[in-house]
């Protein structure tokens, strides 16, 4: 089955630690993936596409098809990336699937 | 350019009832999608529409049902209320079919209370 897992409901990191939220997929094919952000009392919204190749925020994310993963990581975390982090896929069925999402907290 | 608005924001209604909700899309969004947020499940699917048809559809029961309109407007609605439904319902709007491009602008939702 097509599925796309965010192991983490929380994560809390530190103020300029690195940050790596994770998530997984399951998929025979080459999905497009995606990771959308909401940030306290706004809407959701595209952070980056991988297809971009983009670093948007200090953010990337890497499609790893061997191991199916498609981790958004910050090498210095920042007070405002505080947020709810979800990672969504294409799987070719013009629909997106998004997984239950990471709450990241940043800590001062 | 206005973003997604839904309506109503936030309504309460009880076990039975049922319920419909509005969706209007960014000016020139042909396709609209819907889904349901909770805590503990994140964002499900519940469908899309594309020029008016019904594109994709997620695995809910029959009661929950939607639409489009030729102005692209859609409403979903939900017959026969369940405790479980209670949630916030996201309305998201792209110019092609999501699956061109990936970018959905959401609206801010209508959260649903069942008592």
């Known amino acids: 089955a097509q599925r796309v897992t965010q192991p983490e409901k929380l994560l809390s990191v530190f103020k300029g630690a690195p940050v790596e939220l994770k998530c997984n997929y399951s998929y025979s094919g080459s999905p497009e993936l995606f990771w959308y952000v909401q940030y306290s009392r706004q809407r959701l919204q595209l952070l980056l596409r991988h297809i971009s190749r983009e670093s948007i925020k200090g953010f990337t994310a890497d499609l790893n098809k061997g191991e199916t993963s498609f981790h958004l990581k910050k090498p210095f975390a920042q007070e405002e990336d505080s947020a709810m982090y979800y990672c969504?896929?294409?799987?070719?069925?013009?629909?997106?699937?998004f997984g239950t999402g990471t709450r990241l907290t940043i800590i001062p | 350019k206005a973003g997604v608005t839904q309506t109503p924001r936030y309504l309460i209604k009880t076990r039975g009832q049922q319920v419909t909700l509005s969706c209007s899309p960014i000016?020139?969004?042909?396709?609209v999608s819907w889904y349901q947020q909770t805590p503990g499940q994140g964002l499900q699917f519940l469908f899309e529409?594309?020029?008016?048809?019904?594109?994709n559809k997620g695995n809910f029961p029959g009661r929950f049902s939607g639409r489009q309109f030729s102005n692209s407007r859609s409403e979903m609605n939900v017959s026969t209320l369940e405790l479980g439904d209670s949630a916030l319902y996201l309305c998201a709007s792209s110019f092609n079919l999501p699956g061109n491009t990936g970018e959905l602008f959401f609206g801010e939702g209508s959260r649903l209370t069942v008592l």
């Open positions: 969504a896929l294409n799987f070719g069925n013009e629909k997106l699937t």
């Open positions: 000016s020139g969004h042909r396709s």
């Open positions: 529409y594309f020029s008016e048809t019904q594109r």
